[in-house]
């Protein structure tokens, strides 16, 4: 068996592909067992269930995203969640909202800085109505943040999702943990 460094039980079906694509390549290139047992072992896809401190990132941008980041919660998280959510024009937020909220204790809304950002209120709007009473707008990602951490209790877990703009604009200000000044 092979030692998988990404985290998530589809990376497993991705992982069992990679493997069979080596072992085909081989054929034309010198490609040992050792050299792909470090590939697999090594791998990283950073803003893809990418823990940092107290804060889980997953750029889940879309419904199928959003499914596999919910299964993954499902299967390992056990702490309270509280959901930094932030998407771009166009993205089916409602979909993605249904899928994810339901895991939350409570959801900040925000808007990563990017022109194609949607503004809070905008995915407010679109959310079914059970959905609105479990979220809070803000007009900054370091205000999210701010907020974030207010709601979540000791040993919570901040997840910050939607976009990769918002999951990058995050570990830019949270860095190692503590928030850069």
């Given at each position: 068996?092979?030692?998988?460094?990404?985290?998530?039980?589809?990376?497993?079906?991705?992982?069992?592909?990679?493997?069979?694509?080596?072992?085909?390549?081989?054929?034309?290139?010198?490609?040992?067992?050792?050299?792909?047992?470090?590939?697999?072992?090594?791998?990283?896809?950073?803003?893809?269930?990418?823990?940092?401190?107290?804060?889980?990132?997953?750029?889940?941008?879309?419904?199928?995203?959003a499914r596999v980041l919910r299964d993954?919660?499902?299967?390992?998280?056990?702490?309270?969640?509280?959901?930094?959510?932030?998407?771009?024009?166009?993205?089916?937020?409602?979909?993605?909202?249904?899928?994810?909220?339901?895991?939350?204790?409570?959801?900040?809304?925000?808007?990563?800085?990017?022109?194609?950002?949607?503004?809070?209120?905008?995915?407010?709007?679109?959310?079914?109505?059970?959905?609105?009473?479990?979220?809070?707008?803000?007009?900054?990602?370091?205000?999210?943040?701010?907020?974030?951490?207010?709601?979540?209790?000791?040993?919570?877990?901040?997840?910050?999702?939607?976009?990769?703009?918002?999951?990058?604009?995050?570990?830019?200000?949270?860095?190692?943990?503590?928030?850069?000044v």
């Open positions: 068996p092979y030692e998988l460094g990404l985290k998530g039980k589809h990376q497993v079906e991705n992982a069992k592909i990679a493997v069979e694509l080596a072992k085909v390549l081989c054929e034309q290139f010198e490609i040992s067992e050792a050299a792909i047992r470090r590939g697999l072992v090594n791998a990283r896809h950073p803003g893809r269930l990418e823990y940092l401190g107290d804060f889980l990132f997953d750029g889940a941008h879309n419904v199928a995203g993954f919660l499902e299967q390992n998280e056990k702490r309270t969640i509280a959901m930094i959510l932030g998407a771009m024009k166009g993205k089916d937020v409602a979909e993605i909202a249904e899928i994810l909220f339901p895991l939350a204790e409570r959801v900040v809304l925000t808007r990563p800085e990017n022109s194609r950002a949607m503004d809070p209120s905008d995915i407010a709007v679109v959310l079914p109505d059970n959905l609105k009473s479990r979220t809070v707008e803000t007009q900054t990602v370091k205000d999210a943040i701010a907020k974030a951490r207010e709601l979540s209790p000791p040993g919570g877990l901040i997840l910050v999702t939607g976009s990769l703009y918002l999951v990058g604009e995050v570990k830019r200000i949270v860095g190692d943990g503590q928030e850069v």
